[in-house]
C-alpha cells in the first residue's frame, strides 16, 4: 500500500495522570508476557514457536482493529518503509524472540533485567555514534548498571547463568535500544497507532519466517499446565499473552506517550522488571538468591540514573 499523502500524528494532550496511568498499566502489562509464555515452553512449545503465536496473532488483531477504527493510520508513504522494516525486524521480532529465548534458559526476572540494560546501550549510542557529550551522572549510573549485571550473573562463582540464556537477554537489549531509537524518529512523521500496527505485522511475518506456523504444535495447547495454584490450558495462556501482554501492552504505551513525554515514561517503565519478578516468583516458583536480588536493584537503579540524566541529550 503506497500513497503520497501525508500522515497526521494526532498532538499530544496533556493529561499526565491520564497519562502515569496508562504506562503504569502497560508496563505491568508487558510484565506478564514470560510468565505467560514460559509454561508453553516448558511443555514442548520452542521459544520461536511463542513468539510467532504472540506476534502473529497480536499483528492480526492490531491490523483489523486499525483497518475498521483508524484506516487513515495504515497508509504509508514510499520512503517509509525501511523505517518500518527496520523498527520490526529489532523492535517487534528481534525483541520479542531474543526475549523468549532468554526467558526459556533463565529465570524470566533475570531474562527482563538483562533486557532493561538498553538505556545504558541508548546512551553508549548517543556517546559513541552521534558524538554527544554525556553528563557525569549517566557514566555513574552506565557504572552502576554494569555493576548490577555482574551481581546478577553472579560471575564469582564461574557464570551460574546459562551462556545462550544471557547473550539473548544482551540481544533483547540491543534490540530494545533500537525500538526506542527508531521510534524516536518515527513518532515525529507516523501516527503511533499506525506504527505499531505495521511494525506488529512485519514482525510477524519475520517470525513466521524463522518458525512457521505450520510446525507448531498446535494439540498441545490443548495441555494443562501448572501455573501457580492453578492449571490452567496453554491455549488460555497464550490467548492472554497476546490479548494482555501484547495487544493492549502496545496500545496503552501509545495513550501514554501522547500525555507524557518519553523519558517520564521510560522511568515508570521500570515497574516492568520488578513486577516480571514478582509475578514469576509467584506463579512460576522462580526465586533470585540474595546477591541476585540486589543486583537487580542496583542495575535498576543505574538503569533509572542514566534514564533521569537523559533528558535533553539527543
Known sequence: ?????????????????????????????????????????????????????????????LLVGTALVAPRTLKVRRGEWPMLLAYGLLGVAG???????????????????????????IALWVRVVRRTHLPRAMWLGIGLAILGLTLV???????????????????AAVCSAGYFLIGERAVADRDPLGLVTWGMVIGAVIVSVVSPPWTIPWPLVRDTVAFGPWTPPIWLLLTLLVLISTVLSYLLGINALRHLPASVASVLGLLEPVAATAFAWALLGEALAWPQALGAVILLGGAYVVQRFSKGVT
Open 1 to 61: 500500500m503506497t500513497t503520497e499523502l501525508p500522515v497526521v500524528t494526532p498532538p499530544r494532550v496533556a493529561h499526565r495522570g491520564r497519562g502515569v496511568t496508562f504506562v503504569l498499566l502497560a508496563a505491568l502489562f508487558f510484565s506478564t508476557s514470560g510468565t505467560l509464555g514460559k509454561p508453553a515452553m516448558a511443555a514442548g512449545m520452542s521459544p520461536e514457536q511463542v513468539a510467532t503465536i504472540r506476534i502473529g496473532f497480536a499483528g492480526l488483531l
Open 95 to 121: 525483541t520479542q524472540l531474543a526475549y523468549f529465548i532468554a526467558a526459556d534458559r533463565v529465570p524470566v526476572g533475570i531474562a527482563i533485567l538483562l533486557e532493561f540494560l538498553s538505556p545504558v546501550l
Open 153 to 171: 550473573a553472579q560471575v564469582w562463582q564461574g557464570f551460574t547463568l546459562d551462556a545462550i540464556g544471557v547473550l539473548a537477554g544482551v540481544g
